[in-house]
């Protein structure tokens, strides 16, 4: 199963959240980054719908597949 960590960091002056290198919004308090990030980790493990979906591959093909609205990463909140 795939993990998520959303870790809480210092940035640009104030306090944010990344996944991986990516950087969210600054947010003023360290308090308020680790609310956005316990929220956005909550939302991202949240169960959806089963749908079909169709993709692109790299070598330019199209592909059919169902996306299984249960199958949701496991997510971390790591606080340095």
Do not use: C, Q
Request: net charge negative; proline share 4%.
């Amino acid at each position: 199963m795939t993990m998520i960590v959303y870790e809480v960091v210092e940035h640009d002056g104030g306090w944010t959240y990344k996944v991986g290198d990516v950087f969210t919004e600054t947010y003023p308090t360290h308090d308020e980054a680790t609310a956005a990030a316990k929220a956005a980790a909550t939302e991202h493990g949240l169960s959806g719908d089963t749908v079909p979906i169709s993709f692109e591959d790299a070598d330019g093909r199209w592909h059919d597949e169902t996306a299984d609205g249960n199958d949701r990463p496991e997510v971390e909140v790591k606080d340095t």
